[in-house]
């Protein structure tokens, strides 16, 4: 429900005015033009209607000081006015009135009104939403940020940038779909957010590409705590929602004036500031002005590398399910490993039987709890990896071709009891690890 704030210092115009109002409009009145600047400082409504003759203050220097608050001048307002002459409409709307309602007013006309005026500011913010704002998050888009970080640098105010990629973001977006992605793209639009104050300037670059401005911040401790922030929010939100071995974050950080003296310099130290985390293993941030050798920021000493790799282990019970590339990985050594110690080695794929243009939904569902009971059904030495958008597949150690039927049978039970209601039907196939021939000889 749109909000309306009503000055005027008659009480039955008060009463009058919101007695019509208050069946389509949220509103509160006041009796002064102090007393309205009072409640801006606190609430800002939707639209104001404004008497123009009051005492102390009157409507007119009212309408002066709220044009003059960058935080209020866009809200549009209505004078309320007994003066019928053409000299005072005009004025009102050269003090930057959007309308004028003459007193007595006619109920049916003052809604008129309002209605245009809030249905004018309406589409006004469509359009500009539309040219400043990503329609996926909310956040700025790359061309207002940039204005908006010229006109800061313009007034000579240090700032820092934040550049953030979200590491490996494809993987996401390949095994999940898109619209997982887009849900991850969201919940980290809204974590930068939280991590930002109402000056600072927060912009989806496209993709899974951030900025992140502070404005009149300079300080490298303040920036690292809030690169520290940021990491481990985005951490323990992919940890709940399982996809904390497949994405983590970069940051890379450059600081104005020192690091670039315009937008472009600026943007680009960030970026190779961003260039060199990745570079060095993801998952954390540097400073443009640091020294690539011994940076502070990122991994220097076996203890340290340790500390990140602990952090990020999996000890939930049941098989380790791991992404795509990790799973090639593994899948290489056991081969090696098995090979060498002339150890037992079991394949199991399970594939959803899916009919040409199968419903999409359906199969993301049925997925879901195959992944599920499997996680359930097999053990912690075990690696799963769900292979495509209808497979999965499992390494057995040490299981020969028995154990891998009898592991099948068991998983297929347990997606049996917790598949949807239209789940659709799985088949398995099972085969022996074909052991590399370098390790054979």
């Known amino acids: 429900m749109k909000h309306i704030l009503i000055v005027d210092d008659s009480k039955t115009n008060l009463i009058m005015a ?50 003059a608050n960058s935080m209020w001048s866009n809200i549009p307002v ?41 249905s004018m500011y309406n589409k006004a913010n469509d359009y500009k939403d539309m040219a400043e704002k990503d ?26 940038l934040f550049m953030i990629d979200l590491d490996n973001f494809k993987i996401i977006n390949d095994e999940k779909g898109h619209s997982e992605g887009d849900h991850v793209i969201r919940i980290f639009a809204d974590i930068l957010r939280q991590h930002a104050r109402t000056d600072d300037i927060v912009c989806r670059l496209g993709g899974d590409e951030f900025i992140l401005y502070l404005v009149g911040v300079n300080d490298r401790k303040i920036g690292a705590d809030r690169a520290k922030s940021i990491l481990t929010a985005l951490t323990n939100r992919l940890v709940e929602m399982g996809y904390s ?20 310099n600026l943007y680009n130290n960030a970026d190779k500031a961003l260039y060199l985390v990745k570079k060095n293993g993801k998952n954390s941030f540097r400073f443009y002005s640091d020294e690539e050798d011994g940076d502070e920021q990122l991994p220097s000493s076996l203890a340290n590398i340790c ?24 899948f290489n050594f056991i081969s090696r490993y098995a090979a060498r110690n002339k150890r037992p080695v079991q394949l199991l794929l399970f594939t959803l039987q899916c009919e040409l243009g199968e419903n999409r939904d359906r199969i993301i569902a049925s997925m879901d709890a195959l992944e599920s009971a499997a996680t359930v ?56 690890l074909r052991m590399r021939k370098a390790e054979e000889k």
Request: charged share 30%; aromatic share 10%; glycine share 6%.
């Open 78 to 118: 209505i004078f309320l006015t007994s003066d019928e002459s053409a000299e005072t409409e005009a004025e009102c709307l050269r003090l930057g009135a959007e309308d004028y309602i003459r007193k007595p007013f006619v109920a049916k006309v003052m809604k008129s009104r309002i209605e245009r005026v809030i």
């Open 18 to 67: 919101r007695q019509e109002l208050s069946e389509s409009y949220e509103v509160t009145p006041v009796i002064s033009g102090e007393q309205a600047l009072q409640f801006l400082e606190k609430r800002i409504p939707d639209l104001i209607l404004l008497d123009i003759n009051m005492p102390v203050m009157d409507g007119k220097e009212t309408l002066a000081k709220i044009k």
């Open 245 to 264: 071995k497949a994405c983590s974050v970069s940051l890379g950080i450059a600081i104005y004036p020192q690091d670039g003296k315009d937008f472009y």
């Open 377 to 432: 059904s097999l053990r912690m030495v075990d690696v799963g990896n769900r292979f495509s958008d209808k497979q999965y597949i499992v390494i057995l150690l040490d299981a020969d071709k028995d154990n891998a039927k009898t592991v099948a049978l068991r998983v297929m039970s347990k997606y049996e009891l917790i598949k949807p209601q239209d789940g659709l039907r799985v088949s398995y196939e099972t085969c022996p």
């Open 307 to 330: 500390f990140l790799i602990e952090g990020r282990q999996d000890y939930s019970e049941g098989v380790y399910n791991v992404m795509y590339d990790e799973f090639r990985y593994i």
């Open 135 to 160: 329609p996926l998050t909310g956040l700025y888009n790359r061309k207002y940020t940039e204005e908006l970080i010229k006109k800061s640098i313009e007034t000579n105010t240090v700032g820092m």
